[in-house]
């Protein structure tokens, strides 16, 4: 009894302070409309930036994929559960970096969170090296920084300079810099080209988390390295496969020394069971959509929509955060403005959700605005058209 009170009691100061998130059930397939607890919806929150997740060929390969490999795949890599549909994936995945990375090799993982894990506790495995973190990362990162026995420092929002001083009175025996490439609460980008030349001066690793990049940035949708142009063996990439890519799980792509210090010793790959190969098959009818004429067409449909968003939108005290990315998110300051505005859009059927502290600071709480090249224009009018409404009535 006393247990249980003593959780209620901390559920109690959440719902307090306005921290209360609440769980929705779709009742239908990710896309622009869906069914959420029984009711027709307009959403402009999921990161299916590509409309993938619920593209016909996409499913009809998942569906070729669980009719060849089954189900699930019933063990951990190591142990048995490494089948042809990731050893595939993992070969095309390193095509698609070598341009960026010397000797690349591609590991498959179950989510970019487990990714991330894995990353910083392979690099950062050992107690005098120091992981120094960009100050908007996210959690996953966070997490994988504590979990690596390396120590932490965290730098600045976007602050090369302060990384310089940073690194220069730094005597680890290990650098990593990590940092998001899109910043997933703000939409913007880190000075990846900054970062990294700091890196190779200070003979440091850059480790890049592009969860909002992949697919989305860049000609043929390889991601942050692909736009920036970027190419250099200090390089340690991870792109998530279940946001534009539309299906689930993770990749690290990186020298192939780095990858198979990750196979040996990296415990959230070793030790959990391999994703169901049914995922990594499907995943290469994302991977073909993302790099053809198609991908290109979603993407610059993409961009077109932000467009008319910026241009539609006539804010006065709320701001929309300077992105050009498909994370649009309009900064409300504190949690009950931001809940009374999604409430608002919920009842004229618009699904945008608010963005309470710790995800992002306080007083700086925020309807998450987010498009997918599965928006029409007249949709992105009609959400423009309510939060102009909604902004001038309360
Ligand atoms: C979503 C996200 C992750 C986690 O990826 P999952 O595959 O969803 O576990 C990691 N980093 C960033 C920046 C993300 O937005």
């Given amino acids: 009894m006393n247990l249980i009170a003593a959780i209620d009691r901390k559920l109690a100061t959440l719902a307090a302070h306005s921290l209360t998130r609440r769980l929705r059930v779709a009742d239908s397939a990710c896309a622009p409309r869906q069914v959420v607890d029984g009711r027709p919806m307009l959403a402009f929150c999921s990161n299916d930036y590509l409309g993938l997740a619920a593209h016909p060929l996409v499913i009809e390969a998942l569906r070729e994929g669980a009719s060849r490999y ?30 960026h990375i010397e000797k ?45 026995k390396a120590g932490v420092t965290v730098y600045p929002h976007g602050d090369v300079e302060a990384l310089d001083k940073l690194l220069a009175a730094s005597s680890a025996s290990t650098k990593i810099v990590v940092t998001d490439s899109v ?41 942050a390295l692909e736009h ?38 990296s415990r959230p790959y070793i030790y959990t069971t391999a994703a169901p190969p049914a995922l990594a098959h499907a995943l290469q009818a994302s991977l073909d959509i993302i790099g053809g004429p198609e991908g290109m067409q979603r993407r610059a449909h993409l961009a077109a929509l932000v467009d008319s968003l910026q241009g539609a939108l006539r804010l006065k005290r709320w701001q929309l955060a300077a992105s050009s990315t498909a ?24 699904w945008v959700p608010a963005i309470r502290p710790p995800t992002v600071a306080a007083g700086t709480a925020r309807l998450r605005v987010t498009l997918s090249a599965a928006h029409t224009f007249e949709e992105v009018a009609l959400l423009a058209g309510a939060l102009n409404d909604i902004e001038r009535s309360t």
């Fill in 183 to 223: 910043f997933s609460m703000d939409g913007n980008l880190a000075p990846l080209p900054e970062l990294l030349a700091l890196c190779e001066r200070h003979g440091a690793w850059l480790v890049v988390d592009d969860a909002h990049g992949f697919g989305v940035l860049g000609q043929n949708g390889r991601g």
């Fill in 70 to 99: 089954g189900a699930g795949s019933g063990a951990s890599h190591l142990v048995s559960g490494h089948s042809r549909a990731h050893a595939l994936l993992e070969e095309r995945l390193a095509e698609w970096m070598s341009p």
């Fill in 228 to 265: 920036f142009e970027l190419r250099s063996p200090n390089l340690v990439y991870m792109g998530t496969l279940g946001k534009a890519a539309g299906v689930g799980g993770a990749f690290i792509a990186a020298h192939a020394s780095v990858i198979e210090l990750l196979v040996q010793r």
């Fill in 104 to 148: 690349a090799r591609a590991l498959y993982l179950c989510t970019g969170y487990m990714a991330n894990l894995a990353i910083l506790t392979a690099l950062g495995a050992d107690l005098d090296a120091m992981i120094f973190s960009e100050a908007l990362n996210h959690a996953s990162l966070i997490d994988g920084a504590r979990l690596a």
């Fill in 327 to 350: 994370i649009q998110p309009i900064i409300i300051g504190s949690n009950e403005d931001a809940l009374r505005a999604a409430a608002g859009l919920h009842e004229q059927g618009l």
